[in-house]
């Protein structure tokens, strides 16, 4: 131990023992008053909470948010089971109730209310005297024989099959579009209580003719909140397994509750923490206090297991053998902790406000581990009276003497010929993960919602109407901006018709909808729909007409005819597919400069979906390499040495790699909710590295040779650390059952990261300290 550790230790030990009892009233007190925070915590999930807002496609999307609307829709279709059409009096019935009570759910923008029964949607017809208008479904509205003929003419007139009529006119749609705040209350929206409305609108209209089929970003978000109770039952079984086999370890069922108790202490501060900054819990971060719990338990048992050794071995009684314990690994184990706060805090450089959210929810969980761990902890071990001492020694040491022929074997890996196949091993794992990286993924990898299984409702709704409606459920909207009054200039038309034809036959573009399509139909309405007079004019006095009938209520110009967006509707949201798309309207822009309109991105959610691939696939690396910068700086301000840096941080980066070789090959995409696994697990890693190498060095300063310096580390702490990655493993075992699809995919990538990590500490770092340190090699 360094003169520095010395000095920190002889002002730390006496601040944290001479008023144990004072200190520990006062964590407990603050301990019940977080719980009580924690009992408040609410739910809080916000659409912009997901979306890069300094990104520059999210400032097009800001600025033209209330001329064109957002991209937090809901889409509600209505479809017939019984193969009859929509021009039946039960069905649009059905259909306006549906649309009234869209129209009247929180948080709705009542504006941007979108069906056949709204005034917005209309048809325009060449009649003899010149344009002829109105309402699809007439406003004096009687289901009549005659009436319902009437709509169904109007319905081919006003070119919305496709869109709010399926393209086999047996279903019909309501759309609209959600605020961020309740108008109401000004209160951020409620998206739980929206998704359990809408679910309440398919229970009342839903019927043995009619299905309903809802999406939208609130309804992901209520059926994730649905699923929560699924996550305690996780949460539940997890805590349950980590105490059977704390129970096995300890070899005492009361010694067996405190390193638990130690960690679920942590995550009601975390919890706590939360509430007090002013936060809620998302439901795409209950990653976060599962972590929390698991470094918890890591470090409890490194404690509980020294604290054991002392009195089992060494024949102290309870507060010496704490007092002991707590100047051994007090140092290691907070600067393994400073470290993954640290190392989590570094996700703050995502510019995406849930993903800094789970930055700050990370670093606030192992602030209060630093806090249960090493000094609540130390203090209860102080006062533990074992109720019969001679037989926990004869365990502990039965226990020992049965490990210490597992050690053995387990030390030769810092020899000669199994140190050099296990380099072999990680170099070829290494070439395996550096040949995978660039088939990552950034952003969804599959069709449908990858929170959601894919036979999930919401799936299978989203499937539905992408099978029934031209326009598919993912939108891009590129602003053309052109000026005032730019719908009547020939040349900028003619430049956004061209944009819409290089679009519509994009791979990937289901169908397009922009002003020079509808401008070219009434055209040719006007000579009896010959395709010949399908096309724009070329002078500003026959343009003119063409446009004026068109409201702006399609969304397709503003008041000015300054900005025209082009709606494209793609067969999914894969990373793919918007790349593509994305790269292409950034090229015929560069290629049109001259036109005088500039094809702006990005609106939709589709525009959402680029903006926040592209600001995870420009700072994803940056993240992993200060994460990993910051663990070998640490490394080095406590061990002071370039082996313990290499040593420590070659099985970390090797994890970390072989992670996203993983994802790669399960086509799991690195998303907001997917991104801080890598960080967090990183989290568990180092701690066992740490541990182990403290351990390792003071053998090696002794005098010890490599393996029996190894021996000894294991015999110390490298059973515990192989406990608690065993224990992980099986816990989070559970979560591959989940019927959530990012919950059973995060499950997945922890479970090969406690592995990995765990064959990193145990088999890579003595072989790495065996080339590193050959002047320490077994003679």
């Given at each position: 131990?360094?003169?520095?550790?010395?000095?920190?230790?002889?002002?730390?030990?006496?601040?944290?023992?001479?008023?144990?009892?004072?200190?520990?009233?006062?964590?407990?007190?603050?301990?019940?008053?977080?719980?009580?925070?924690?009992?408040?915590?609410?739910?809080?999930?916000?659409?912009?909470?997901?979306?890069?807002?300094?990104?520059?496609?999210?400032?097009?999307?800001?600025?033209?948010?209330?001329?064109?609307?957002?991209?937090?829709?809901?889409?509600?279709?209505?479809?017939?089971?019984?193969?009859?059409?929509?021009?039946?009096?039960?069905?649009?019935?059905?259909?306006?109730?549906?649309?009234?009570?869209?129209?009247?759910?929180?948080?709705?923008?009542?504006?941007?209310?979108?069906?056949?029964?709204?005034?917005?949607?209309?048809?325009?017809?060449?009649?003899?005297?010149?344009?002829?208008?109105?309402?699809?479904?007439?406003?004096?509205?009687?289901?009549?024989?005659?009436?319902?003929?009437?709509?169904?003419?109007?319905?081919?007139?006003?070119?919305?099959?496709?869109?709010?009529?399926?393209?086999?006119?047996?279903?019909?749609?309501?759309?609209?579009?959600?605020?961020?705040?309740?108008?109401?209350?000004?209160?951020?929206?409620?998206?739980?209580?929206?998704?359990?409305?809408?679910?309440?609108?398919?229970?009342?209209?839903?019927?043995?003719?009619?299905?309903?089929?809802?999406?939208?970003?609130?309804?992901?978000?209520?059926?994730?909140?649905?699923?929560?109770?699924?996550?305690?039952?996780?949460?539940?079984?997890?805590?349950?397994?980590?105490?059977?086999?704390?129970?096995?370890?300890?070899?005492?069922?009361?010694?067996?509750?405190?390193?638990?108790?130690?960690?679920?202490?942590?995550?009601?501060?975390?919890?706590?923490?939360?509430?007090?900054?002013?936060?809620?819990?998302?439901?795409?971060?209950?990653?976060?206090?599962?972590?929390?719990?698991?470094?918890?338990?890591?470090?409890?048992?490194?404690?509980?297991?020294?604290?054991?050794?002392?009195?089992?071995?060494?024949?102290?009684?309870?507060?010496?053998?704490?007092?002991?314990?707590?100047?051994?690994?007090?140092?290691p184990g907070t600067v393994a902790i400073v470290t993954d706060v640290i190392g989590f805090a570094t996700l703050a450089f995502i510019q995406i406000e849930i993903v800094r959210e789970m930055a700050l929810n990370a670093a606030m969980g192992m602030a209060a581990v630093i806090v249960t761990n090493k000094l609540m902890l130390p203090i209860v071990l102080s006062w533990v009276r074992l109720p019969d001492i001679e037989k926990f020694r004869h365990r502990a040491q039965r226990r020992a003497h049965i490990g210490d022929r597992v050690w053995r074997h387990l030390s030769v890996f810092a020899t000669g010929p199994y140190a050099r196949v296990t380099l072999a091993g990680a170099a070829a794992a290494l070439l395996w993960a550096l040949s995978m990286y660039p088939q990552l993924t950034v952003g969804d990898s599959q069709v449908g919602v990858p929170e959601l299984r894919p036979d999930s409702r919401y799936n299978q709704d989203s499937r539905t109407i992408a099978a029934h409606f031209a326009i598919g459920v993912d939108l891009l909207k590129v602003l053309?901006?052109?000026?005032?009054?730019?719908?009547?200039?020939?040349?900028?038309?003619?430049?956004?018709?061209?944009?819409?034809?290089?679009?519509?036959?994009?791979?990937?573009?289901?169908?397009?909808?922009?002003?020079?399509?509808?401008?070219?139909?009434?055209?040719?309405?006007?000579?009896?729909?010959?395709?010949?007079?399908?096309?724009?004019?070329?002078?500003?006095?026959?343009?003119?007409?063409?446009?004026?009938?068109?409201?702006?209520?399609?969304?397709?110009?503003?008041?000015?005819?300054?900005?025209?967006?082009?709606?494209?509707?793609?067969?999914?949201?894969?990373?793919?597919?918007?790349?593509?798309?994305?790269?292409?309207?950034?090229?015929?822009?560069?290629?049109?400069?001259?036109?005088?309109?500039?094809?702006?991105?990005?609106?939709?959610?589709?525009?959402?979906?680029?903006?926040?691939?592209?600001?995870?696939?420009?700072?994803?690396?940056?993240?992993?390499?200060?994460?990993?910068?910051?663990?070998?700086?640490?490394?080095?301000?406590?061990?002071?040495?370039?082996?313990?840096?290499?040593?420590?941080?070659?099985?970390?980066?090797?994890?970390?790699?072989?992670?996203?070789?993983?994802?790669?090959?399960?086509?799991?995409?690195?998303?907001?909710?997917?991104?801080?696994?890598?960080?967090?697990?990183?989290?568990?890693?180092?701690?066992?590295?740490?541990?182990?190498?403290?351990?390792?060095?003071?053998?090696?300063?002794?005098?010890?040779?490599?393996?029996?310096?190894?021996?000894?580390?294991?015999?110390?702490?490298?059973?515990?650390?192989?406990?608690?990655?065993?224990?992980?493993?099986?816990?989070?075992?559970?979560?591959?059952?989940?019927?959530?699809?990012?919950?059973?995919?995060?499950?997945?990538?922890?479970?090969?990261?406690?592995?990995?990590?765990?064959?990193?500490?145990?088999?890579?770092?003595?072989?790495?300290?065996?080339?590193?340190?050959?002047?320490?090699?077994?003679?």
């Amino acid at each position: 131990m360094g003169p520095t550790a010395t000095r920190i230790l002889a002002f730390v030990v006496p601040l944290v023992y001479e008023r144990r009892r004072l200190n520990f009233a006062i964590l407990l007190a603050f301990t019940v008053w977080m719980f009580m925070l924690a009992l408040r915590l609410e739910p809080d999930a916000g659409f912009e909470k997901q979306i890069p807002l300094q990104h520059p496609y999210m400032q097009i999307f800001k600025q033209y948010e209330q001329a064109f609307g957002g991209a937090n829709l809901i889409s509600i279709a209505l479809l017939r089971r019984d193969g009859g059409d929509i021009y039946d009096a039960h069905f649009l019935e059905t259909l306006r109730q549906v649309t009234d009570a869209v129209f009247f759910l929180p948080g709705v923008d009542r504006s941007r209310v979108t069906s056949l029964f709204t005034p917005g949607v209309r048809y325009i017809e060449v009649v003899e005297g010149g344009f002829a208008s109105g309402d699809v479904v007439p406003r004096n509205y009687r289901p009549t024989p005659q009436t319902l003929a009437l709509i169904r003419e109007n319905v081919g007139k006003a070119g919305i099959i496709g869109r709010l009529v399926s393209a086999d006119q047996r279903g019909a749609m309501v759309v609209a579009e959600l605020l961020e705040h309740d108008p109401t209350t000004g209160e951020r929206l409620d998206y739980v209580r929206v998704a359990a409305q809408l679910e309440d609108i398919r229970r009342r209209y839903e019927s043995e003719t009619i299905g309903i089929h809802i999406i939208g970003f609130a309804k992901v978000v209520g059926d994730v909140t649905d699923a929560s109770g699924e996550v305690a039952a996780f949460f539940g079984i997890a805590l349950l397994l980590t105490m059977a086999l704390l129970w096995l370890f300890c070899g005492s069922f009361r010694l067996s509750l405190l390193p638990l108790g130690a960690a679920l202490t942590a995550v009601v501060w975390e919890l706590g923490l939360l509430r007090l900054a002013g936060f809620g819990l998302d439901p795409f971060a209950i990653l976060v206090p599962f972590l929390i719990l698991s470094i918890g338990v890591s470090h409890g048992v490194q404690y509980i297991n020294a604290w054991g050794h002392e009195v089992a071995e060494n024949g102290r009684d309870s507060y010496e053998a704490s007092v002991e314990t707590f100047r051994r690994l007090f140092i290691p184990g907070t600067v393994a902790i400073v470290t993954d706060v640290i190392g989590f805090a570094t996700l703050a450089f995502i510019q995406i406000e849930i993903v800094r959210e789970m930055a700050l929810n990370a670093a606030m969980g192992m602030a209060a581990v630093i806090v249960t761990n090493k000094l609540m902890l130390p203090i209860v071990l102080s006062w533990v009276r074992l109720p019969d001492i001679e037989k926990f020694r004869h365990r502990a040491q039965r226990r020992a003497h049965i490990g210490d022929r597992v050690w053995r074997h387990l030390s030769v890996f810092a020899t000669g010929p199994y140190a050099r196949v296990t380099l072999a091993g990680a170099a070829a794992a290494l070439l395996w993960a550096l040949s995978m990286y660039p088939q990552l993924t950034v952003g969804d990898s599959q069709v449908g919602v990858p929170e959601l299984r894919p036979d999930s409702r919401y799936n299978q709704d989203s499937r539905t109407i992408a099978a029934h409606f031209a326009i598919g459920v993912d939108l891009l909207k590129v602003l053309a901006i052109a000026g005032e009054q730019g719908c009547v200039d020939p040349v900028k038309m003619e430049a956004i018709d061209r944009f819409t034809w290089h679009m519509r036959n994009t791979e990937g573009v289901q169908s397009v909808s922009s002003l020079p399509m509808i401008a070219r139909q009434v055209r040719a309405g006007w000579f009896e729909e010959a395709p010949k007079w399908r096309v724009l004019p070329r002078n500003q006095a026959a343009l003119a007409p063409l446009v004026a009938p068109v409201p702006t209520a399609l969304g397709l110009h503003n008041p000015d005819c300054s900005v025209m967006p082009v709606l494209v509707f793609t067969t999914d949201h894969r990373a793919e597919t918007i790349d593509r798309v994305i790269e292409r309207v950034k090229r015929f822009d560069a290629e049109n400069r001259g036109s005088g309109v500039t094809f702006a991105l990005a609106s939709g959610n589709i525009g959402v979906m680029a903006a926040t691939n592209e600001e995870i696939r420009a700072r994803e690396l940056l993240v992993i390499i200060w994460v990993h910068a910051t663990l070998g700086l640490f490394a080095w301000l406590s061990f002071r040495t370039v082996a313990s840096v290499v040593c420590i941080l070659t099985p970390l980066v090797l994890c970390s790699l072989l992670t996203y070789g993983l994802m790669a090959t399960l086509g799991i995409g690195m998303k907001p909710a997917t991104l801080p696994v890598a960080a967090f697990g990183v989290g568990i890693g180092v701690d066992y590295s740490i541990y182990l190498w403290s351990v390792l060095a003071a053998q090696l300063n002794r005098g010890h040779d490599l393996q029996a310096a190894y021996f000894e580390a294991l015999r110390h702490t490298g059973k515990a650390v192989i406990f608690t990655s065993a224990s992980l493993i099986v816990s989070v075992c559970t979560w591959l059952f989940s019927g959530l699809q990012f919950q059973a995919d995060m499950g997945l990538l922890l479970l090969f990261m406690f592995s990995a990590n765990l064959l990193g500490a145990i088999l890579l770092l003595p072989a790495l300290a065996y080339l590193i340190l050959p002047s320490r090699r077994t003679a």
